[in-house]
């Protein structure tokens, strides 16, 4: 058990070696440089206006601290495992790992007849070296010995406090407020209310006629609330303090929000968001770019694309969970109207990954396929030098791979598998149309199977292109519009099927993990048969993690077609 093993380190050696650093090195951090060079300082404007201070730690620093961060997560997962239970939750801030998210902690105060947010007041510089040594000294699930203990602290802290930028500032904060959790969960039920913690955000609410007095009590003159006296303690004994400026009760008659999100039915955006989005995203693939306006001033903000994405990929996330996350395609098997803010994502994600693509961009029929290239690549990269590269020393992909993750996969009709990549291909003219002209610039590569799946992609590719001769998918590639190409599995030979794992040659395909082979002939969806493992295990645990000893030539091929494509000069859309 981590937490075993963390607690049984009594000095600066012993927390060192946990950590895979030396202790030599790990002195000469902590001891030999001077403090003003440890951190620099510089400051970002806050959404509320006003500014942060943000402390960035050291290389050298920051890397020991990362480490130190990720043993700190190991032990909360087990003094809190709370994987299958998100709904006794106390705090779901930085850890999104373990599927909390403001999501999470909104969703805790869906309607109900009060809601009231208090924040805390400086939560990461009230915490001080002092409380942090004695923390881990003195907390039960920890103990560590006084050495250990110090040294942990001089890692986290920089100039008496827990310094905003350094990677084990969240981890060390929320360990250090659940005790305080705890004892606010406790008296919120005592009272009939529920409570959660979003960072240094408190959110109790109720459906009882009147609110607790001993959490907050109205000023009847002006309508205005402010945190009771026995909250204000509680939290004060805990080592913390409010910020009274930002507490805020919500009835039900009006607007209630959690961390930013809506609860009085379910967890939503705000209507005015939403709308927003819409014109974000269509004024960006209609004009090539989008600009955000101040309600107040009215002065307006230029969005870059990643700015656009992490709008819509928030509003996703909280609207698509209502729906169990379906899939556009579900939708459509279902006969129902796919959703308008699903509609907005998926034009984002086509125009932002194909249309305006800054690197060549490949598509797979899956994770494992992809996985599989990426690492031959990564082997092979001195013969394909406009595949991938090294920079200052450090190995660099120059294409790109289209990801399916959760948000891709259900906005989009792209999930991987055969029927969903042939649909892509049938579908792209369409799909890239409405986007602006001067993009599709780099190519698209759609990567498949040449097996009977992939029969109807050369039907189509015929059709498309009027070819007078049999297409098989035996060429190197196939041109099909625009900035889209295909590249099948080479080595047909008349009508026999090749599929990726043909190209590793017999002594790869009988690598073992942990005892078991692959099973070649699991079914997308299905499990692999007894005493086998799975194709993604075998990409992961085989080829990708013990890729050094692993013949990729057969990939050759296939990577001399992408380098061919790669050097196409295109002309871009019009």
């Known amino acids: 058990m981590t937490l075993k093993t963390f607690r049984a380190c009594k000095n600066l050696s012993d927390l060192a070696h946990l950590l895979r650093v030396s202790p030599k090195g ?23 206006g006003g500014t942060r201070t943000i402390s960035s730690p050291d290389r050298r620093l920051k890397f020991v601290q990362t480490r130190l961060a990720k043993l700190l997560y190991a032990c909360q997962r087990e003094i809190v495992p709370v994987e299958n239970n998100t709904k006794k939750v106390l705090s779901h801030g930085f850890q999104k790992k373990r599927g909390l998210s403001i999501h999470t902690n909104a969703n805790k105060h869906t309607s109900r007849r009060f809601v009231l947010n208090v924040d805390l007041e400086g939560f990461f510089p009230s915490v001080n070296f002092g409380r942090v040594r004695g923390f881990f ?92 006296s026995e909250l204000r303690g509680r939290i004060w004994r805990q080592g913390f303090a ?67 994405g992490g709008r819509l990929s928030h509003q996703f996330e909280t609207k698509a969970a209502r729906h169990n996350f379906m899939s556009a395609r579900e939708f459509e098997k279902a006969r129902e109207a796919i959703p308008k803010f699903y509609r907005d994502y998926s034009a984002y994600i086509y125009y932002r990954n194909f249309h305006v693509n800054d690197l060549p961009t490949i ?19 001195a013969k394909f030098p406009n595949l991938a590269g090294t920079s200052a020393g450090k ?81 190197p590639f196939y041109h099909i519009e625009r900035n889209l190409y295909v590249v099948a599995v080479p080595g047909k030979v008349g009508g026999a099927e090749r599929v990726v794992e043909d190209l590793f040659d017999a002594a790869t395909k009988s690598m073992a993990w942990e005892g078991k082979t692959v ?56």
């Open 26 to 48: 790990l002195s000469y951090i902590l001891y030999k440089i001077p403090s003003h060079l440890k951190y620099t300082k510089f400051d970002v404007p806050k959404k509320s």
């Open 395 to 475: 190995y660099v992909s120059d294409v790109r791979f289209f990801g399916y993750s959760r948000h891709h996969t259900a906005a989009t009709k792209l999930s991987g598998g055969a029927g969903d990549v042939q649909h892509f291909v049938k579908e792209y003219g369409k799909i890239v149309h409405p986007f602006h002209a001067g993009g599709q610039l780099k190519p698209v590569i759609v990567f498949v199977d040449n097996d009977k799946a992939t029969n109807g992609i050369w039907s189509y590719i015929k059709e498309k292109t009027g070819s007078k001769t049999p297409i098989d998918g035996s060429d």
């Open 363 to 381: 598509v797979c029929e899956g994770i494992t396929d992809a996985i599989y290239l990426k690492t031959a690549i990564r082997v092979l990269h």
């Open 519 to 574: 099973d070649l002939k699991q079914k997308r969806g299905h499990p692999p048969a007894k005493g086998k493992m799975s194709k993604e295990r075998f990409a992961t645990k085989v080829i990708r993690d013990q890729r050094d000893k692993i013949d990729f030539s057969g990939f050759e091929p296939v990577l001399e077609a992408f380098s061919e494509i790669i050097d196409i000069k295109l002309a871009g859309s019009k």
């Open 242 to 308: 409010l910020n009274d400026q930002k507490t805020r009760m919500r009835r039900r008659t009006s607007r209630q929000e959690v961390t930013g999100l809506v609860v009085n039915k379910f967890v939503n955006v705000r209507a005015e968001v939403e709308a927003s989005n819409r014109v974000l995203v269509h004024t960006q693939v209609k004009k090539g770019s989008c600009f955000l306006k101040d309600p107040k001033s009215g002065a307006t903000t230029p969005l870059s694309l990643e700015q656009l």
């Open 137 to 228: 000294m003195k907390n039960r699930d920890f103990q560590l010995s006084e050495a250990c203990a110090t040294v942990v602290a001089q890692i986290v802290c920089h100039d008496n406090e827990l310094p905003q930028g350094a990677p084990t500032s969240p981890i060390v904060s929320d360990l250090m407020a659940r005790v305080m959790d705890v004892h606010l969960s406790k008296m919120a039920a005592s009272y009939g209310c529920k409570y959660s913690r979003y960072v240094d955000d408190l959110t109790f609410s109720t459906n009882l006629a009147e609110f607790p007095t001993a959490l907050a009590v109205e000023e009847p003159r002006t309508g205005t609330w402010s945190a009771g």
